[in-house]
């Protein structure tokens, strides 16, 4: 299976800031790289598909870059509701595997 | 507008079986595998397994084979998971998801469901 590491584990930061999340694969996976949102209580929600495309309906703040083994997920001005947690997640090849996530709090 | 909606939380001791529904709506249920995740309590997400709602076709996760079974009633345009064997440590969220391409890109998931697994 493909190993997903996010880094960091967590962090603190304030609204306005850039937030820069990143996610590593054991191996290629190309551009099959996925991120999600996870607000607490809630279902993930797919924020960037096949590492760069913006899902419909996501603010543009968000943005995703990287192929191969490293990823990038940056959220150019963090607002309120941002706060959550985020996973990466690779669909290059079975089993699709998940990031530990990444927890974004209020500093 | 699409929707998956599962069906309510469960608490079932160790040892028994645990069905949840996930019913779609405001799409094509055919068109669109329905993967199964599941997140235990603090933890991050575990894919299950996927089902073609078209063909019926299932794959399940290495670690859940001959315990895990998928299913659906394209009547009702309505996907199952199974899940038997119950331990503690299958206590978790369980999530239903469309695919968006196949491969394992979802971009509509159930609201989850609570399973408790506990004497």
């Known amino acids: 299976d493909i190993q997903m590491t996010q880094s960091p584990s967590s962090l603190s930061a304030s609204v306005g800031d850039r937030v820069t999340i990143t996610c590593r694969a054991s191996q290629s996976i190309s551009k099959f790289l996925n991120w999600y949102q996870q607000r607490p209580g809630k279902a993930p929600n797919l924020l960037i598909y096949?590492?760069?495309n913006l899902q419909s309906g996501v603010p543009s703040r968000f943005s995703g870059s990287g192929s191969g083994t490293d990823f990038t997920l940056t959220i150019s001005s963090l607002q309120p509701e941002d706060f959550a947690t985020y996973f990466c997640?690779?669909?290059?090849?079975?089993?699709?595997?998940f990031g530990q996530g990444t927890k974004v709090e209020i500093k | 507008q699409v929707q998956l909606v599962q069906s309510g939380a469960e608490v079932k001791k160790p040892g028994a079986s645990v069905k949840v529904s996930c019913k779609a709506s405001g799409y094509s249920f055919s068109d669109f595998y329905i993967y199964w995740m599941r997140q235990a309590p603090g933890q991050g997400l575990e894919w299950m397994g996927w089902?073609?709602?078209?063909?019926?076709?299932?794959k399940y996760a290495q670690n859940l084979q001959g315990r895990v079974t998928m299913t659906r009633d394209t009547s009702i345009s309505t996907a199952y998971m199974e899940l038997s064997s119950l331990t503690p440590d299958d206590t978790a969220v369980y999530f239903c998801a469309r695919d968006k391409v196949v491969g394992g890109t979802c971009d509509y998931w159930g609201q989850g469901t609570l399973v408790t697994v506990s004497s």
């Open positions: 096949a590492a760069s």
């Open positions: 089902m073609n709602p078209e063909s019926g076709g299932t």
């Open positions: 997640q690779q669909s290059y090849s079975s089993p699709p595997t």
